[in-house]
């Protein structure tokens, strides 16, 4: 899997059928790995795959479960008892071909250790047959979870499911397939579910649910730090972490700045133990004629990351204490885990790897899948491995592909294995097990302060779905009064049972600790108007701890909306002109405020006056829905949209509202290369483009080039007809209607570049 520029991912591109993963300009798929080389690659027992593994000093790998307690396990959710609550994929590309895939297959499972040796030895089924699920969260009264198309609510007495479940969105997933829909509903801090691939996020209030835009995220597995940013990744890079806390910059519906929070953090390098030659396209290679190199010639190993999967920042108590808050990274083709050291310096991070040129898990086991990783209750990290021989799916299987599984046999068994592995620091103490569903109080609260993340967060959700109003006192005092990570927890917590007020912000606002500051600021957006004005004066007045806390002030300011307030925010952003986010969090807090501030701030930036007028005008919802296309263009228009979120996936790399995504793809919205000439736009959905490319005034250099669409069977004239006139009349976009006939005339005429991306300037 690799990454694209313009208009999709190669992912994107290819038929459902195996070997369709083919790409035309692809003739050479010679086998750049000698056979001599090629270990076999058998069914490891449990115990044989432990053998296998090689791991950072000072550590020791040990399963938790095993088959046939566990079959191709995805992700998991620990209930406040600590019992682990697993997605069981296993109607997962069953074959070679992956028939039968859309049978429901799949089970939600909850295991257990009852013996408290650390490893689980009964299972209980929960949810069986279950297409393909996904993603899950756990309820005190039920299960939020994703199968392959729909979100559903499963109420539960214990551990037994009651009824039959409740369909809250019946096509939350939308189009596309297997290996891009959305999966992760990660509780976070600010007591929303966040998702990875995907622009929604969720969130329970009084029994129903509400689900809301956010920033589109990755691919596969999201994470979160202390302070509720959140993390996520690509197929082709390991890491992206944000700086700002999720929507802290999307809170006035007029106005829509562009912004990218979004830090690479650390190399995508990979260090295998073993030669990796079941690699999609491992046949790229010089020496077949390529310009790309996928294998090190010499180690013929993965040189970058190709299939990184569900990652989390370690925030545990098991490891070494200079290991908390490393990211780790799941690379189930290359089978290993990465780690990433996160450092941080006025609020913005960035990576390095603490090992050099070796991973912090790797295994010569080439079944070993790891997919997911997770902080677990006893402070150790877990590792989640699918255990099978087939990880990329029927879509994108190239006939090199096919064939490399095929010769060792990694086609077979189609059902029967999965692990889940407990990594722990030979030198650290675990946690010992506890129910913090059953802790009532002030010996709940108290939780909140642990130094284990899950104690912390596990608590905060029991407080929030049980919002006992005995317990407001404590968090008011520990907001107050507690630790950092504490306090933030407690302001959440309230936030979370609707009960947070001025008052539980009052000492957090004035706090020297800058992430203590900044989340009382972002909380500030939260409280209802009376509350917020009760703040208007001592915010104001305040002076940020730290640069990294000036957008949560701008953003509280505008959203106070008093003269006293926009005064002070006119200050700031004349003080810190070039300071990062700050315009971008003014304009966020100031919806319905823009006309007085506009007044009062006499501001000579264009970018800012331009979105203050906006916002006045109410332009954004004044403008006209939909496409003003009819008859034959509209149905064009219809079948467009419906491929740019189905069969081409192009919202993977350009986000489902054509804003673009972050390493992968530029905007759709607002471009040039969009709305100019059709058949420039056709020009490069047939023979695709390389970067780098600038859209709106910005430069876009993402690490691959985009291919062409021309090359696939599947997208004929018509197709990419319907592609162009959607994207061209969707969003902001209104342009003129493209023909099959203009595909077919620009097909014709650049014929003899089969598939060679153009550059910008050559499409001048």
């Known amino acids: 899997m690799r990454l694209r520029l313009l208009l999709s991912s190669s992912l994107c591109l290819l038929p459902l059928a ?64 600590g019992r682990i609550w697993v997605c069981e ?25 009852r013996d408290g040796d650390g490893k689980a030895e009964h299972r209980t089924v929960f949810l069986d047959k279950v297409l393909l699920p996904r993603a899950l969260a756990v309820f005190d009264d039920g299960i939020l979870f994703l199968d392959e198309h729909r979100l559903l609510w499963a109420k539960r007495d214990g551990l037994k499911a009651i ?13 596309g397939n297997v290996e891009h829909k959305p999966n992760g ?22 029994g129903s649910w509400k689900i809301e835009p956010t920033f589109f995220r990755g691919q596969w597995g999201i994470a979160r730090d202390d302070w509720g940013r959140l993390y996520h ?61 996928t294998l090190d010639p010499k180690t013929h190993k993965l040189i970058n990351c190709t299939a990184a999967a569900g990652l989390t920042l370690y925030r545990g108590t098991n490891f070494p204490s200079d290991w908390y808050g490393h990211g780790f990274a799941t690379e189930s083709a290359a089978n290993l885990v990465k780690a990433i050291r996160i450092s941080e310096k006025d ?29 677990a209750p006893d402070g150790s990290l877990y590792v989640v491995d699918m255990y099978h021989g087939i990880i990329q799916h029927k879509t994108y299987q190239t006939s090199y592909l096919r064939q490399q599984h095929l010769a060792r046999g990694l086609d077979k068994p189609g059902f029967g294995h999965g692990r889940i592995y407990r990594i722990r620091s030979s030198s650290g103490k675990l946690e010992p097990k506890i129910d913090i569903g059953a802790l009532q109080g002030l010996e709940l609260v108290k939780m909140l302060a642990h130094p284990n993340a899950w104690h912390r967060e596990t608590a905060q959700r029991v407080l929030v779905q049980r919002a006992d109003a005995s317990c407001i006192p404590h968090l008011a005092t520990l907001a107050a009064r507690g630790n950092p990570v504490a306090r933030v927890h407690a302001i959440w917590t309230l936030e979370g049972m609707g009960k947070l007020q001025a008052s539980h ?22 409280l209802d108007s009376m509350e917020r004005a009760k703040l208007a004066t001592s915010l104001a007045s305040l002076s940020p701890t730290a640069p990294e806390a000036d957008p949560y002030l701008a953003r509280a300011l505008g959203s106070v909306g008093s003269n006293d307030a926009l005064e002070a925010l ?71 949209k419906a491929l740019y979120a189905g069969e081409a996936v192009c919202f993977s790399c350009h986000g489902p509202d054509g804003s673009g995504v972050q390493a992968l793809g530029p905007p759709l919205d607002h471009s040039e290369w969009v709305t100019g000439k059709p058949e420039t736009l056709v020009k490069i959905l047939l023979h695709g483009m390389t970067g780098p490319v600038t859209v709106d005034g910005q430069t876009y250099r993402p690490s691959a080039d985009m291919p062409a669409l021309g090359m696939n069977p599947m997208f004929t004239d018509q197709k990419l007809a319907d592609i162009s006139t959607y994207i061209r009349n969707e969003w902001s976009n209104k342009a003129s209607a493209v023909q099959a006939t203009e595909v077919a005339r620009q097909r014709e005429a650049t014929k003899a570049r089969s598939g060679r991306p153009w550059t910008a300037p050559e499409l001048k």
């Open 233 to 293: 990744n690509h197929n082709s890079a390991f890491l992206f972490g944000e700086s700002l806390a999720p929507n802290l910059l999307t809170g006035n519906p007029a106005v829509k700045p562009k912004y990218q929070d979004g830090n690479a953090l650390g190399s995508n390098r990979t260090w295998p133990i073993r030669v990796t030659p079941a690699i999609n396209r491992a046949y790229m290679a010089k020496s077949n004629g390529y310009r790309e190199q």
């Open 185 to 206: 509903l990660m509780p976070n801090l600010d007591n929303w579910l966040y998702l990875a691939k995907s622009n929604k996020r969720i969130r329970r209030v009084n």
């Open 570 to 640: 006119a200050r700031l952003l004349n003080q810190k002109p070039a300071a990062r986010f700050v315009r971008e969090a003014a304009i966020s807090g100031l919806h319905g405020h823009e006309a007085a501030f506009k007044s009062i701030a006499k501001t000579q930036d264009k970018a800012l006056i331009a979105w203050l007028d906006q916002g006045t005008s109410n332009a954004a919802t004044k403008a006209p829905k939909g496409p003003t296309l009819k008859g034959a263009e509209l149905e064009s228009w219809k079948r467009g």
């Open 163 to 175: 009824g039959v479940p409740e369909v809250i969105d019946g096509n939350f997933n939308g189009g």
């Open 347 to 375: 609020g913005k991070q960035s990576g390095s790897h603490p090992l050099g040129e070796k991973e912090f898990l790797a295994s010569t086991d080439e079944r070993f899948r790891p997919v997911n990783a997770y902080t």
């Open 18 to 81: 195996a070997q369709q993963g083919d790409r035309k300009e692809h003739g050479n798929m010679a086998a750049v790995v000698p056979e001599n080389l090629i270990p076999p690659s058998p069914v490891l027992s449990p115990a044989e795959a432990l053998e296998s593994f090689q791991l950072a000093p000072g550590f020791i790998i040990e399963a938790v479960a095993t088959e046939p307690l566990v079959e191709k396990p995805v992700c998991l959710d620990f209930d406040p008892a």
């Open 505 to 526: 912000l009052s000492d957090a606002l004035k706090n020297k600790h800058p992430k203590v500051q900044s989340s009382a600021l972002w909380a500030v957006a939260g």
């Open 89 to 113: 994929m296993r109607g997962y590309m069953p074959d070679i071909d992956g028939k039968g895939e859309n049978i429901p297959e799949g089970r939600i499972s909850v295991l257990e250790d």
